[in-house]
Structures are given as structure tokens and as C-alpha cells.
């Protein structure tokens, strides 16, 4: 567990330590949406029964927030041990890949909840309720950021350039993230859309979050809880495999 540890700790300081650029300038960018969304269709847009649009729009932002830095806090640790060089550190020592893995992971968890608290605490004022589910909003937070972590190891494994690393997230991440039900309901999408949706893992994400704090949702916790577990477990198994492998690490 020595390296695990020690693993762990440097992820953490390696974030910690420019926290105003990982942990603030992310919830100010969130504070941004809120203000800017809240302000344009609070008086328009109301996307369940008795819930305001600027109590609706602060967990999925949170989620997003939450999603977005996972991913970001793995890959863009690898990849720059990747191209400095210092990877050779990480893999000299005779550390597991399992312990690899958990260290990028926890780390990116961290990160995301850290991100996702602080988020919550500058929208509180906007009017957010206490929650009503709070063990489903810590499942899905904690799966959440889970799923987007072992997403951001794949990246910066596969990445051989910040070019590449950059793509992956333009593409990828960022589609599925604003295309997930942050700002609106699914339901006030036409049946095509709807439907293109419900193939979008981070919607079940935000959608679970969310019935965290209103006891409401587009579709039933228990799917969402299923579908964010399954590609949790996925990822990590596959992930793990890559590490044991070598694949683009020590090959």
C-alpha cells in the first residue's frame, strides 16, 4: 500500500496546489453559467412541478463541474509525466497496477468532489433546496467522478501529445457533458432527441444527481444508478487491463 499512498498523496498535492486554477476557476465559471441561464429563462422555463429553472440548473452544474475535472485532474497528470519523462518514476517502483489505478482514481474523485462542494456553496444563495435523497446524491457523485476519472487514465494512456489530449476532450467530454440535461429537461426535447439522449452515460449521471436534491427525475434512479455502475465497472476493468498491459506506459 506504500506506493498506493504515495501515489495518492502527489495526485492530490499536484491539484491542490494550483487549487485557483483547478478548484476556482472552474466554480467561478460555474457561478457564470448560473447567473447568466438563471437570469435569461428563470421567468420562462420550468422543468419540474414546483422547482424553479435556477434551482434545476445548480446540481447540473455541479455534476458537470464534477464530471469535467475528474477527467481532467488523470489525464492531464499522465500526459504531462509522459512527456516530461518522469512517468519512468512511476513505473520503476514495483506498484500494482490495481494501486496504479486506485491512486489516479481517488485522486480524480477528490478533485471532483472538491470542485462540486464548491460549486454548490456559491449557487446555494440562488435558492437551492437540502436534499432530498442525500445517499443517492453521494452515490452519483461519487460514481459520477469515478466513471470521468478512469475515462481521463484512458485518455492520457492513449495520448502521446497535449494536441491529442486536447481533441479527446473537445470531441468527447465536452459533447456529452453540455448535451447531458444540464440546462433543461429531456422531456421538453422532440422523441428523436429524447432518444439520442438516453444513449448518453452522462445523462444518467446528472439525471440521478439531480433526483439527489429533488427526489425528482427524467427517468427511474435506479436505471441511472445501473447504467453510471456498469460503465464505472467497465472502465476500470478496462483500464486496469491497459495498465497491466504496458500499453503506451512502458511499450
Known amino acids: 500500500m506504500y506506493g498506493f499512498i504515495t501515489l495518492f498523496k502527489k495526485e492530490i498535492l499536484r491539484f491542490w496546489k494550483v487549487g485557483f486554477q483547478t478548484v476556482m476557476a472552474p466554480?467561478?465559471?460555474?457561478?457564470?453559467?448560473?447567473?447568466?441561464?438563471?437570469?435569461?429563462?428563470?421567468?420562462?422555463?420550468?422543468?419540474?412541478?414546483?422547482?424553479?429553472?435556477?434551482?434545476?440548473?445548480?446540481?447540473?452544474?455541479?455534476?458537470?463541474?464534477?464530471?469535467q475535472n475528474a477527467f481532467a485532474n488523470s489525464s492531464s497528470s499522465l500526459i504531462q509525466s509522459k512527456i516530461t519523462g518522469n512517468i519512468v518514476f512511476l513505473l520503476l517502483p514495483p506498484i500494482s497496477a490495481p494501486a496504479f489505478f486506485g491512486a489516479y482514481l481517488l485522486a480524480s474523485i477528490v478533485r471532483g468532489l472538491v470542485v462540486g462542494a464548491g460549486v454548490l456553496l456559491v449557487t446555494a444563495w440562488f435558492g437551492l433546496p437540502l436534499p432530498?435523497?442525500?445517499?443517492?446524491l453521494l452515490a452519483f457523485a461519487v460514481l459520477g467522478c469515478g466513471v470521468l476519472g478512469a475515462l481521463g487514465i484512458m485518455a492520457g494512456i492513449?495520448?502521446?501529445?497535449?494536441?491529442?489530449?486536447?481533441?479527446?476532450?473537445?470531441?468527447?467530454?465536452?459533447?456529452?457533458?453540455?448535451?447531458?440535461?444540464?440546462?433543461?429537461?429531456?422531456?421538453?426535447?422532440?422523441?428523436?432527441?429524447?432518444?439520442?439522449?438516453?444513449?448518453?452515460p452522462v445523462f444518467y449521471m446528472i439525471d440521478g444527481f439531480r433526483y439527489g436534491?429533488?427526489?425528482?427525475?427524467?427517468?427511474?434512479?435506479?436505471?441511472?444508478?445501473?447504467?453510471?455502475?456498469?460503465?464505472f465497472v467497465a472502465l476500470s476493468a478496462w483500464v486496469m487491463r491497459l495498465i497491466a498491459s504496458g500499453y503506451k506506459l512502458r511499450h
Request: net charge negative; charged share 5%.
Open 27 to 67: 466554480v467561478l465559471t460555474a457561478l457564470l453559467y448560473q447567473m447568466i441561464f438563471s437570469h435569461v429563462l428563470s421567468q420562462h422555463v420550468e422543468a419540474y412541478p414546483g422547482v424553479s429553472y435556477t434551482a434545476f440548473l445548480i446540481p447540473g452544474l455541479a455534476m458537470m463541474s464534477m464530471a
Open 132 to 136: 432530498a435523497q442525500p445517499l443517492w
Open 158 to 200: 492513449w495520448a502521446d501529445k497535449f494536441d491529442q489530449l486536447a481533441a479527446f476532450q473537445n470531441f468527447l467530454i465536452m459533447p456529452l457533458t453540455f448535451l447531458s440535461g444540464v440546462f433543461y429537461s429531456i422531456n421538453s426535447l422532440p422523441p428523436l432527441w429524447r432518444g439520442v439522449s438516453h444513449l448518453n
Open 213 to 231: 436534491f429533488f427526489g425528482q427525475a427524467d427517468v427511474s434512479p435506479w436505471l441511472s444508478l445501473a447504467v453510471v455502475g456498469g460503465c
